[in-house]
């Protein structure tokens, strides 16, 4: 008879096709799993076989490279929980392997693939699928996940919490309950996580609530996170959501069809870049607020952002702005199209500090500017802007949600902490 020694090293060295049929003639998880321990002592690669391979409650625990035949290599789920746990390692690799949840494991919050500790994790070309909980979680991991598909998921696609230098790029995303791709911190913090390129569709909020849920890029916390190149349409709330989270760059997304606000940089934050990307359609395109928060300092440039038409999910007074700001942000070199209120909205209420709007393009817009004026707003410069065709007028002052001065160029006196000058208005 063969021992397990000599067995699983025959394993290890077998061709896929020929491995597929060794497993089937034997209980898959309990020797797949001696096929990972044994590699892990070895420094070998294990290749998974091309087919259904039921399994549950695999560990990885140290150093290791598994590689499938393609998504082929297809291993199901059995029973509750992940299906794969990895912990404490410098260097795990996977490649070419898809994971499939049967439509009901882990449930709950878990992950199909989980994993903590781990410094180099490298999952490519794999698949998340067909499962009532989350596609991948991280806790404490650097590393790459990439050209990987997660799809149905009941929770979100892949959850990452206080990362230590992780890539996520070039992935498809497609049918989430609860978010697409998340990162977040336990306590705010840099973080400089990079998210980019990737094709995010079909994002729900499944828990409810009025913004935790049902956001394409959640970023909560995590300081120094890079998105952009991203492509991203259906998020039932925002597109990209930065949460306190400082040291922002998002840049060079393509948004559509989003519920909610497309890209919002909300609460305590400190610093953030939104250039150059494209939002069409939308409640509201771009806001970066909440400067009672201590959310300020940002720069919005360049960015195209039309059709902001779509009433929000949970109501709202003044629905359909181009580009909200509230705090030391300049508003420069924009293009806002057919916003049912207004194409600039320069705080609101109190929550105006030293914002500059200049050089933007903004077009059929309900109002072309609305800039707050309530008492102990602060101070605003509003220049060189074109505005073409505003429906309800030009440049307006709103305390709060109150047209108070319904031509702005001619009242201008009446608020001397307002600079406007040398606007076009068509």
Same mark, same amino acid.
């Given at each position: 008879?063969?021992? &397990?020694?000599?067995?699983?090293? /025959?394993?290890?060295? *077998?061709? @896929?096709?020929?491995?597929?049929? $060794?497993?089937?003639? =034997? #209980?898959?998880?309990?020797?797949?799993?001696?096929?990972?321990?044994?590699?892990?002592?070895?420094?070998?690669?294990?290749?998974?076989?091309?087919?259904?391979?039921?399994?549950?409650?695999?560990?990885?625990?140290?150093?290791?490279?598994?590689?499938?035949?393609?998504?082929?290599?297809?291993?199901?789920?059995?029973?509750?929980?992940?299906?794969?746990?990895?912990?404490?390692?410098?260097?795990?690799?996977?490649?070419?392997?898809?994971?499939?949840?049967?439509?009901?494991?882990?449930?709950?919050?878990?992950?199909?693939?989980?994993?903590?500790?781990?410094?180099?994790?490298?999952?490519?070309?794999?698949?998340?699928?067909?499962?009532?909980?989350?596609?991948?979680?991280?806790?404490?991991?650097?590393?790459?996940?990439?050209?990987?598909?997660? &799809?149905?998921?009941?929770?979100? /696609?892949?959850?990452? *919490?206080? @990362?230590?230098?992780?890539?996520? $790029?070039?992935?498809? =995303? #497609?049918?989430?309950?609860?978010?697409?791709?998340?990162?977040?911190?336990?306590?705010?913090?840099?973080?400089?996580?990079?998210?980019?390129?990737?094709?995010?569709?079909?994002?729900?909020?499944?828990?409810?609530?009025?913004?935790?849920?049902?956001?394409?890029?959640?970023?909560?916390?995590?300081?120094?996170?890079?998105?952009?190149?991203?492509?991203?349409?259906?998020?039932?709330?925002?597109?990209?959501?930065?949460?306190?989270?400082?040291?922002?760059?998002?840049?060079?997304?393509?948004?559509?069809?989003?519920?909610?606000?497309?890209?919002?940089?909300?609460?305590?934050?400190?610093?953030?870049?939104?250039?150059?990307?494209?939002?069409?359609?939308?409640?509201?395109?771009?806001?970066?607020?909440?400067?009672?928060?201590?959310?300020?300092?940002?720069?919005?440039?360049?960015?195209?952002?039309?059709? *902001?038409?779509?009433?929000?999910?949970?109501?709202?007074?003044?629905?359909?702005?181009?580009?909200?700001?509230?705090?030391?942000?300049?508003?420069?070199?924009?293009?806002?199209?057919?916003?049912?209120?207004?194409?600039?909205?320069?705080?609101?209420?109190?929550?105006?500090?030293?914002?500059?709007?200049?050089?933007?393009?903004?077009?059929?817009?309900?109002?072309?500017?609305?800039?707050?004026?309530?008492?102990?707003?602060?101070?605003?410069?509003?220049?060189?802007?074109?505005?073409?065709?505003?429906?309800?007028?030009?440049?307006?002052?709103?305390?709060?949600?109150?047209?108070?001065?319904?031509?702005?160029?001619?009242?201008?006196?009446?608020?001397?902490?307002?600079?406007?000058?040398?606007?076009?208005?068509?």
């Amino acid at each position: 008879m063969v021992n &397990r020694r000599m067995f699983i090293a /025959a394993m290890l060295a *077998l061709p @896929a096709a020929r491995m597929r049929s $060794a497993f089937a003639a =034997v #209980d898959a998880a309990p020797m797949l799993q001696r096929a990972i321990d044994e590699a892990q002592r070895s420094g070998r690669i294990v290749m998974i076989p091309p087919g259904a391979t039921p399994v549950s409650h695999l560990t990885i625990s140290g150093d290791v490279r598994l590689i499938g035949a393609g998504r082929s290599s297809r291993l199901i789920a059995l029973g509750p929980g992940p299906m794969l746990a990895i912990g404490r390692a410098e260097n795990v690799a996977i490649e070419n392997v898809a994971f499939d949840g049967a439509g009901a494991s882990p449930g709950g919050e878990a992950g199909l693939v989980e994993a903590r500790d781990v410094a180099n994790l490298r999952l490519i070309d794999c698949a998340f699928e067909h499962a009532q909980g989350c596609g991948l979680k991280l806790e404490r991991c650097g590393g790459r996940v990439e050209r990987s598909s997660f &799809r149905d998921l009941s929770q979100s /696609a892949l959850h990452s *919490l206080d @990362a230590t230098g992780l890539t996520i $790029a070039d992935n498809d =995303v #497609d049918g989430c309950g609860a978010n697409g791709l998340q990162i977040w911190r336990s306590a705010p913090a840099y973080d400089g996580a990079v998210v980019r390129d990737n094709r995010i569709g079909r994002i729900r909020a499944d828990p409810g609530g009025d913004g935790p849920y049902g956001n394409a890029i959640s970023v909560f916390r995590a300081g120094g996170v890079s998105a952009h190149g991203n492509v991203i349409r259906g998020a039932a709330f925002s597109a990209i959501r930065f949460n306190s989270s400082s040291d922002a760059l998002i840049a060079n997304n393509a948004c559509f069809d989003a519920g909610e606000t497309a890209i919002y940089v909300e609460f305590a934050y400190q610093g953030a870049v939104v250039s150059s990307n494209m939002v069409v359609g939308a409640s509201t395109g771009i806001s970066v607020t909440n400067f009672d928060q201590g959310g300020r300092l940002a720069t919005v440039t360049g960015n195209v952002v039309r059709n *902001l038409t779509r009433p929000p999910p949970q109501g709202g007074v003044n629905a359909g702005v181009g580009i909200h700001v509230e705090a030391d942000t300049e508003v420069s070199g924009n293009a806002v199209d057919n916003a049912a209120f207004a194409g600039l909205m320069l705080g609101y209420g109190v929550g105006l500090s030293d914002v500059i709007a200049t050089g933007n393009i903004l077009s059929e817009c309900g109002y072309g500017i609305a800039a707050s004026v309530a008492p102990g707003a602060g101070a605003a410069t509003i220049r060189d802007n074109r505005i073409v065709r505003a429906r309800q007028g030009a440049i307006v002052g709103m305390e709060w949600d109150r047209v108070a001065a319904p031509d702005l160029v001619t009242e201008a006196g009446k608020y001397p902490r307002l600079t406007i000058v040398g606007n076009d208005v068509r």
